[in-house]
């Protein structure tokens, strides 16, 4: 019997995939360092992998997958987003990370490349096993602190899911506000992407006004989404009049910022501002127009103080940062809304975030949405 258990073992060594990725029941994959038929938890290089009603039901070697994915890349068929896109759908955990590096040496405001990774975070548990669940916010805090990139945007990711969702939660599951704080002003560009996020989850109001100034004003892309998707989190609503008071008035980089915040995290109210400030194109300066029961006044100059943020109470949420009823959209604040002049830059920003509002690639230009606007949007509104 011992004769033929040393090939037997032989050729099971031989047949292990080199690169094991295991297919789940319903058909996810996931890159793993063992697994075996059935199991229903896996233990991956970037975390444990739980599928409790998602069983695997094979294992394949991802090995030659790999090489084809960076032969494909080299060749210039695939882009980058399409590239992490593959990687992430087929499990190929390693490689995605350092696909991320890569691209983000190339480009550090390569927002795919963060948000690559922060889906898996979601899905990833990196926090050993012999730890407390109050223990757990506080360990993920500090690995999100890591200079190691892969490391560090995981354990952020997962930290959204682990942080209570209140500012006034007695427990150890916050980060102190200090911290938040502290980490909103890092040299680190993960941790401020990380904090942005942590303080819109827990509702810290107190940091409203600086996650809004840093939505319009922050240079790298990868922190300014992330402010102002905290904000957005925090208070909606006066987010969107302080993204619609600087796409309106502000300087044409804070302009581009608020168009992109408001196509992202606008809702269905932003609609109405980014249609209105688009009316204005080919309009020249003293120009006053009607637009929708609106009056449109264009002017040349813009609005020094668009930047800021008028005195409120951070805990009162049911108010906006300049008072006004909860319910009143800034483009409602007068009879005449009036926008600052501008040019081809600014237009193409504003085509696409509406198609980014709307979740599609629609190609229509500035006359296209004004039409839809009036004689399909407003018409199937009550």
Do not use: C, H, M, N
């Given at each position: 019997m011992a004769l033929f258990a040393a090939p037997l073992l032989g050729a099971m060594l031989l047949m292990a995939p080199q690169l094991p990725i295991a297919v789940l029941q319903s058909g996810q994959r996931v890159e793993c360092v063992t697994a075996a038929i059935g199991d229903r938890?896996?233990?991956?290089?970037?975390?444990?992998f739980r599928c409790?009603?998602?069983?695997?039901?094979?294992?394949?070697?991802?090995?030659?997958?790999?090489?084809?994915?960076?032969?494909?890349?080299?060749?210039?068929?695939?882009?980058d987003a399409t590239w992490l896109q593959d990687l992430s759908t087929a499990g190929q955990l390693l490689e995605l990370a350092t696909a991320c590096q890569e691209l983000l040496a190339l480009d550090a405001q390569n927002v795919l490349a963060y948000e690559a990774l922060e889906r898996w975070g979601h899905q990833l548990d990196a926090v050993p096993a012999q730890l407390d669940r109050e223990q757990r916010v506080a360990w993920l805090w500090d690995r999100a602190a890591s200079e190691d990139f892969p490391q560090s945007i995981l354990a952020g990711a997962q930290l959204l899911d682990e942080v209570s969702q209140s500012s006034q939660a007695v427990n150890n599951r916050v980060v102190s506000i200090r911290e938040l704080r502290s980490a909103l002003r890092s040299k680190s560009v993960v941790l401020r992407r990380t904090s942005a996020f942590v303080a819109g989850r827990q509702r810290q109001f107190s940091l409203r006004e600086l996650l809004l100034e840093i939505s319009i004003s922050e240079p790298l892309e990868v922190v300014r989404t992330a402010a102002a998707a905290g904000a957005h989190e925090i208070h909606a609503h006066s987010a969107r009049q302080y993204w619609v008071q600087n796409l309106a008035r502000g300087s044409d980089a804070h302009r581009a910022a608020a168009a992109w915040n408001l196509g992202r995290y606008g809702g269905a109210d932003a609609l109405q501002a980014l249609i209105h400030v688009l009316a204005a194109d080919q309009h020249a300066p003293g120009e006053r127009f009607r637009f929708a029961e609106r009056i449109i006044e264009v002017v040349s100059n813009s609005d020094r103080n668009a930047l800021d943020l008028g005195g409120f109470n951070p805990e009162q949420q049911e108010v906006d940062f300049r008072h006004p009823s909860p319910e009143l959209e800034l483009l409602d604040w007068d009879s005449t809304f009036t926008?600052?002049?501008?040019?081809?830059?600014?237009?193409?920003?504003?085509?696409?975030?509406?198609?980014t509002w709307a979740n599609s690639k629609s190609n229509r230009d500035t006359a296209a949405w004004l039409e839809w606007y009036l004689n399909v949007w407003l018409p199937a509104r009550p």
């Open positions: 938890e896996l233990e991956t290089p970037l975390g444990v409790p009603t998602d069983p695997v039901v094979k294992l394949v070697d991802g090995t030659q997958q790999r090489k084809d994915f960076r032969k494909l890349r080299r060749l210039k068929v695939i882009d926008v600052t002049k501008y040019g081809d830059s600014l237009r193409a920003v504003l085509l696409e975030a509406l198609d």
